[in-house]
Every structure is written in C-alpha cells, then in structure tokens.
C-alpha cells in the first residue's frame, strides 16, 4: 500500500485555526508570565527559591525596602507578548477568549478524528513503532528522508510527534491551566495536589508552552525540509498533488491572515484598552463567572501547610486618619454598612465579631502567579448580609478601602481603592470578613483591621484596610463602572475564578 497524499476536511480546517489560537494563547500566555516572571514548584512562593527568574528584580524576605510583587512586574515588547508592555488584564482577557475556541476547535478534531477512522493515522497501534521512530529520526539527522508508514500520510516519527502533541502534551495544558484557577482549586482542593501545588501547576504549563514552541519550531523546519509548495498543498489545500502555485499562494495568504490578525489584536488592544475590555468582556466576563459559581469552596490545609512568608501586593494607606487608628490598635474603627439593605449598621470591630467568629486555613492566589497559605479569623460575610438584610433588588456589594492608589501606587492611576462583588459570590462558603491572621492580629500589610476573603477569586478582588460596605443594584455609576478598581485602571475582569 503507497503512502496516503490526501488530508479530510477537518483537518485542514482545524489545522489552520489551530495555528491562530495557539499562537494567541502563546503571545497572551507571555503576557500573563511578565506580571510574574518567576517559576517555583512549591507553593507560597518563597522569595529566592524559584527554580527559574525571566527577571533581574530580585526581592528577598529580608529586604530592607518594603516591596509588594506588583515591584516584580515586567514591560515585555509586543512583539513578544500580547498586548505588551505590562497589560496583565488584557493579556488574560485574550488569553482566556483564545483558550475557549482553542479548547473548542481540539474538541471538534478529536471528534472527527475518531468518527471518521482518521485515528488510524494518529494513535499508534503496536510497539515496533517506537524503534522505527528512532531509525527515522537517525534518518533526518542524516539529512535524509524516511518513508511514510505504508497506507498513512507520516513516518514514524512523525506520528508518534502528532499522538504526543495532541493527545498528551493539549489535554496535559488545558488540565495545567485548571490547576492554576482559584474557582477549582476552592472546590476542589485535591485536584491541585496532582501537580504538587498550585505552582507546580503554573511550571509545568509553563513548560508545556516551551513543548509548543520548540514543536512549532521543529514542524516549520520539517515544511521547509520536506518542501513548501508540496507541504503547504497538504495543510491548505488537503492534498500533496495539488498545484504548487495555488499550493503556496493559499498557504502564504492563510499564514498572512494569521499575522494580520496578530497586529490587529496588539494594535487595538494598545490604543483602546477600553473598548478591547469590553469587546471581550462579553465572553470572558460570563466565562469567569460561571466558573466561579463552580460549586461550593471547601478548602482546609492543615497548619503545617500554612507558608513561611506570605507574599503581600499593595501599599498600605499612608493618611493620618488611618495612622491614628492603627496607632490605638484600631478600637476606634467603625465599619459603615448601608445602601440597599433593611438595617444598616455601623459596627465596631467587636460588635463585628459577636455576629459569629470562625477560623480557616485556605490558599490566597493573587493575579500575578504567586499564591500563600494561611489561617485567617473572621466573620463569615452571608452573618453580615443577614444582620443588614439587603434589599430584594441588591446585586452587588461594593467594598471601599481607605487607600489612595495615588498615593500607593502611583504609575498614573489614582483614586480610592473599592471592589464590587456580586451577592452570589459574596453568599458562598468561605467568603469571611479577616480580624486575624495565622493566629494574631490582622497585620496592617495584609490589610488591617479588616479585609476581604473569597477563596473562588483572585486576590484584587479581597479588598483590604475596608472603609465601608454598601449594597447597590448595580455597578454602572460607581468608580468607571467596570466593577473595580483594577478593572477600572488596569482592564482587569471583575469576577475571576481564574
């Protein structure tokens, strides 16, 4: 039996999108990784133990200077990472609408794949394959060519590449990315054991990435080895017979098309940050929801998995109101409860604590990468939500902090810290008001005297050195109206349960 010339439908199809997403989801990946260029196997991220730094910033636990990890961040060219220069926000926003359709167009080939008997060409089905992909890949390096497998369009080698790549190395990325989402790891706190941890997780992705680009290096290499006109025929056309003219031109306007939307992407994304927001937004925002209303957090570490050092993001306020309180030990702080509510209250941090204390200890996964286990004291928000009874038409509860991002923060954003949290996500289990923290007083750099805790979110949206809290109905008129501070200046999602 000769070898096999003709390619289905649904591979060239799925060929030349696959092509698209994955190298959106490699740029926006880049992105992502530039918020936090560091790599550890460990959880709680401990300053000097990476096992790779993509940085020359290099902060330890003894620093003399204060230091939060928004200090880590990088600026990578666009070129490079998409949308570039430190948009952490619009990066995940492309990357989590790309891994949608990636995740989609996989499905739809693997499908095909087996209702059509293409597998045969794609799972390997004996043993002797394995020597016979050694002998051919002798061959390549021999600067030869080896035989197709009689009846099917690759050699050995090359099959096995394929099963590995599609089989293997997609499904070990898409279950990677899972461990990395504070949404599944709340609900399912095993599961991020598989990968030793949440930051296991984030390396072995990370290292999937690698695979994809050196395979991405490798396949266009093969092209060109075996031959363009002949190979684009297979890849755009689905035939190694089709005229090389038509051949080249189809590939090359395919391949074009794929850099045109690339530059598209990067350019828009660069100057209309806003508009990107919310063009995305409208699946991603849905998407991040849903998967923060996965199920019910329960997570509980034991003691001994509580971290070492506990990484921080964000300066504590520097006015002299909050410098007083913090000087008494805060027994003058109230904390006002009002909008759209039955009873509003104004509550010491006492009074706070006879609404019912409890204890957990869970893992705190900020934006950037890091993550940290620790025990923090509290009261549960759903005691408060009952003591002030909200309205029937409140969506949302709006948490405003006392520190001046201005003044914090600097880089030319400005205003008043606040985040807005849907009531669903405020009613689920875990969700805590912090007093303390590993057994003592709330430190004021974890947010002192009292901060946000919702263990199916990323950490910007657990609002610490909380002013007040009001019920509203919607989000629209507060702040820019995008539902928080970060995804006010920085484009960030507003319920991300990943």
Request: aromatic share 12%; charged share 15%; net charge neutral.
């Amino acid at each position: 039996m000769g070898p096999v010339t003709e390619f289905p439908l649904f591979v060239v199809v799925t060929h030349a999108l696959n092509i698209l997403f994955l190298t959106l989801l490699i740029r926006s990946g880049v992105e992502v990784l530039s918020s936090m260029p560091k790599l550890y196997w460990s959880d709680g991220c401990p300053p000097g133990r990476e096992w790779l730094r993509l940085s020359r910033n290099n902060y330890g636990a003894t620093d003399r200077r204060a230091w939060v990890s928004l200090d880590e961040e990088q600026q990578w060219h666009p070129v490079l990472a998409l949308p570039g220069r430190g948009n952490l926000g619009l990066g995940r926003h492309w990357h989590f609408l790309t891994v949608q359709f990636w995740v989609l167009t996989g499905a739809v080939y693997v499908v095909m794949v087996f209702a059509t008997g293409y597998w045969h060409n794609m799972v390997p089905t004996q043993w002797g394959i394995f020597p016979h992909a050694v002998r051919d890949i002798g061959t390549y390096l021999h600067f030869q060519l080896p035989a197709q497998l009689p009846g099917q369009p690759f050699d050995a080698a090359q099959k096995l590449t394929y099963f590995a790549v599609i089989f293997l190395l997609a499904p070990l990325q898409i279950a990677s990315g899972a461990g990395m989402s504070p949404a599944v790891l709340a609900r399912f706190p095993r599961y991020g054991r598989l990968f030793g941890g949440k930051q296991g997780a984030r390396s072995v992705h990370f290292l999937g990435m690698c695979a994809f680009c050196a395979f991405i290096v490798v396949h266009v290499f093969m092209v060109v080895v075996h031959g363009v006109p002949s190979e684009f025929g297979k890849i755009f056309l689905g035939s190694a017979d089709a005229n090389p003219v038509a051949a080249t031109v189809v590939g090359s306007l395919v391949l074009v098309a794929v850099v045109l939307v690339h530059i598209g992407a990067t350019v828009f994304s660069r100057a209309r940050p806003r508009q990107t927001q919310r063009l995305l937004g409208v699946v991603v925002h849905r998407f991040e929801y849903l998967l923060s209303l996965l199920g019910r957090p329960r997570q509980h570490y034991r003691r001994s998995d509580i971290s070492e050092y506990h990484r921080v993001n964000g300066y504590p306020p520097t006015d002299d109101n909050y410098r007083a309180l913090a000087a008494d030990g805060f027994r003058d702080y109230r904390l006002p409860v009002g909008g759209l509510v039955t009873d509003p209250a104004t509550l010491s941090l006492p009074e706070l604590a006879e609404l019912g204390f409890t204890h957990q200890i869970t893992n705190h996964n900020c934006i950037q990468g890091w993550n940290g286990i620790a025990e923090w004291g509290g009261v549960p928000l759903t005691a408060l939500i009952d003591r002030v009874r909200p309205a029937a038409s409140a969506t949302h509860m709006v948490f405003y902090a006392m520190d001046d991002k201005a003044l914090t923060e600097g880089r030319g954003r400005y205003g008043y810290f606040y985040e807005a949290v849907p009531l669903t996500i405020a009613r689920a289990p875990q969700a805590l008001l912090a007093m303390e923290m590993n057994g003592a007083p709330l430190p004021i750099e974890h947010g002192a005297p009292l901060r946000l805790r919702l263990e199916n979110q990323l950490g910007y949206k657990m609002v610490k050195w909380i002013e007040a809290i009001e019920f509203v109905d919607d989000i629209a008129d507060i702040g820019m109206g995008q539902g928080g501070y970060r995804e006010d200046q920085l484009y960030y999602g507003n319920t991300p349960g990943i």
